[in-house]
């Protein structure tokens, strides 16, 4: 039941940490979304963006977060792969 809940912990872990990344990347801005104090349209978000916002890409403080977990998801994984064979009696 132990390795089970390691196996699922570091599954989560990589779950979270994947989908963290979703608003990990990007503007520090939304393009045609709400933002406070109020809502702004298409029109204002391209004034701020441009038609090219790279320039404007880089990773946003969530992906301090995410990128961890992710890296402690994979480590766990890996970890119990590699004694995984132990408990099968070998081939």
């Known amino acids: ?9 570091g599954g989560l872990c990589c779950a979270i940490g994947i989908i963290g990344l979703f608003s ?20 204002t978000a391209l004034d701020k963006a441009g038609w090219d916002a790279i ?3 880089n990773l946003k403080s969530s992906a301090s977060i995410s990128l961890p977990l992710i890296l402690l998801g994979l480590i766990t994984l890996a ?13």
């Open 1 to 9: 039941m132990g390795r089970t809940l390691v196996w699922i912990f």
């Open 24 to 43: 990990s990347f990007g503007p520090d801005y939304t393009v045609g979304t709400c933002m406070a104090p109020s809502c702004a349209g298409i029109n």
């Open 55 to 57: 320039g404007d890409f």
């Open 79 to 91: 970890g119990l792969n590699a004694s995984a064979w132990k408990s099968t009696g070998g081939y």
